[in-house]
């Protein structure tokens, strides 16, 4: 369901940071670390930060909904304003998969 995601060419910067990550100094290889962190809490909020800052087109090519799912009750504080969005948007997503 993907529509139309960011060119990677264009997703960084020139000092490799994320658009999506304006309100730190992170690159995209740093910030996708904690993405897949073995700590639960990290992972956690650097997921939920994805999904409330990044374009749903964008983020759903840094992480699956899979990975959202299994960790969704310790992303979905992390949501804020996005917190319905993504609520509807994930089972769409894998009833849709089948």
């Not at 990677?8 to 940071?17: A, N, T, V």
Request: glycine share 4%.
């Amino acid at each position: 369901m993907m529509l139309n995601p960011t060119p990677p060419e264009k997703l960084c910067d020139s000092r490799g940071h994320p658009y999506f990550l304006w309100d730190v100094e992170m690159t995209l290889p740093e910030f996708q670390a904690q993405l897949i962190d073995l700590d639960p809490h990290v992972r956690a909020h650097a997921i939920g930060k994805l999904l409330r800052q990044d374009r749903p087109d964008d983020a759903l090519t840094l992480v699956s909904v899979a990975q959202v799912r299994h960790d969704w009750a310790r992303v979905l504080p992390h949501l804020g304003n996005r917190r319905e969005c993504w609520a509807w948007l994930i089972p769409e997503l894998e009833r849709r998969a089948g």
